[in-house]
């Protein structure tokens, strides 16, 4: 993915009267791949992706358009209605051409006469980010660290100046109509935040907002959602202990730890307070990845740039990137980043994952080191990924993967039955990767400590392991089970430095559960306790 972490789905199946054609028992259709990520664009670009129909079953199937297309998607080749013959395939051109300034989802629906697929949905996906017009490739005007406080418009200030703070680069020119954004959730190891539909941010629970010369991090804490001073941002990247947030003029902005931001710790100076601006920024930035140490940036040309700790970018561990690198020897055809703690990887458009940073024992199971250490100083591929991944979610004893036709895998440590084969255990030994039963594709994946969870195409959201994965027990099944959030699900993030996890509905309610002690799932009751096994509605959503 690029600005949005989009799975590949395979097909959607609901109720449907199909304009009352009889529906045939036996007849099935295929669509691959089963969601349309047209990747960024700028305001006026078009991008043309196609999909592959095909008949599975051992009657023709016929499939016509349900419903026209909304902007800025339409449909430009292809023949709807169409008659499949069995085993055969028909090809439709969709397209993408947003514009202004955004993110923009929505759906193809097909409708067949087939019993088992009477409706086929199809999630489109494109952001369009300003133009790079005015903003240097190299270098942005020098915004320096900054030590201004947050504001006191709702916020609490934890001891910090009241000077107020800028939008840290990230203009609200340009906005998309309020509603028209899909909302998008991501974690630190303390809290929660959402970029909401009118391209703010709300965070609750405890948020690191400096590094000061004693290493010591100043913090935020709310235990209901609080508004950050910031808007115009397309995406929201959270660290261990530090969140950076991108602009829809491409810039981004971090606050946190000084070396997630890339800042020095130098004996005298602090780095208390809010925003800084990473400059220069490279040009085209479409996606931000955030691990316990740094960052890491995605191109619309698939390179990757990285800042903070050394092992991030291939450098010595002694060494604190200030400002982005390029990470060199990756494959050019990186389309989306996942992290944990300590480990970084890039997904090629082939499926292919290449990782960078610390080798534990779980997630990178089998692959030592080029150095014979615990740390790689360069990317490597994974080799036991031998089937293609559209989809990577990481923590540092385990990972899940959706691969291309809508399955997960997973592998690495399994104490907890987290690799969702049905048993737990060995505890110190890592497995290898191995299909998790669901009854439906995966459109989502996300993992923590001791348990993984998935959204499937129908909505529904499964989670096995231990460790309260949402089932409302504190111990788990090492199988798949629902969890108790209301249906249909669009999104599910997991906190890989800590213990907590949230879902997005499709009514954009969002349920956390799990640890609580840093308010970081948004409820007040009960006040500030690590045992909150049932998801529960955060205040105000």
Known sequence: MRAFSTAVVLLTVSACDCGGRAQTQNGELRIEPGALDFGALLPGEQRTLSLQLRSVGIVAVSVDLDGPLTEPFSLTGGALPVELAPSTTSELV????PSRPGAFSGSLRLT?????????????????????????????????????????????????????????????????????????????????????????????GTLSTGNSASGMLSTWFSMTPESLPVGGVAQA????????????????????SAIGRGLPLVPGVAFDGGFSVVSPTPSGITSLTATGWGTCALTGTGEVWCWGHGELNGQPS???????????????????????????????????????????????????????????????????????????????????????????????????????????????????????????????????????????????????????????TLNGSPTPTPALVPTPVRRVVSDPFGSHSCALTASNRIYCWGDNTRGQLGRTVPFLSNLNETPALVVGY
């Open 318 to 472: 002694a060494q604190r990137l200030e400002a982005p690198q390029r990470l060199n020897g990756l494959p050019p055809d990186a389309v989306s980043l996942a992290s944990s703690l300590n480990t970084a990887c890039a997904v090629t458009r082939a499926g292919a994952v290449w990782c960078w940073g610390l080798w534990s024992a779980g997630v990178t199971e089998g692959l030592d080191a080029a150095d014979g250490g615990p740390w790689s100083f360069e990317p490597r591929a994974l080799p036991f990924l031998d089937a293609g991944l559209s989809q990577l979610a990481l923590e540092d004893e385990h990972g899940c993967g959706i691969l291309f036709d809508g399955g997960v895998t997973c592998w690495g440590l399994n104490g907890c039955g987290q690799l969702g084969n049905g048993t737990r255990g060995p505890t110190t030994t890592e497995q290898p990767p191995q299909q998790v039963q669901l009854p439906a594709p995966a459109v989502e994946v996300s993992v923590r400590s001791g348990n993984s969870c998935a959204v499937l195409s129908n909505g529904a959201l499964r989670c096995w392991g231990c460790a309260q994965p949402g089932d409302g």
């Open 94 to 97: 969709l397209s993408a051409r």
């Open 237 to 256: 990247a959270g660290g261990a202990d530090h969140l950076c947030l991108l602009g829809l003029d491409r810039r981004v902005a971090c606050m946190g």
């Open 112 to 204: 067949t006469d087939s019993r088992l697929t009477p409706t086929v949905v199809v999630p489109l996906l494109v952001v369009a980010f300003a133009s790079d017009a005015g903003v240097p490739d190299a270098g942005l005007p020098d915004a320096g660290p900054r030590d201004a406080g947050l504001p006191d418009a709702g916020l609490p200030d934890a001891g910090l100046p009241d000077a107020g703070l800028p939008d840290a680069g990230l203009p609200d020119a340009g906005l998309p109509d309020a509603g028209s954004w899909p909302m998008q959730l991501t974690t630190t190891r303390n809290a929660t935040c959402v970029r909401n539909t009118d391209g703010g941010v709300q965070c609750w």
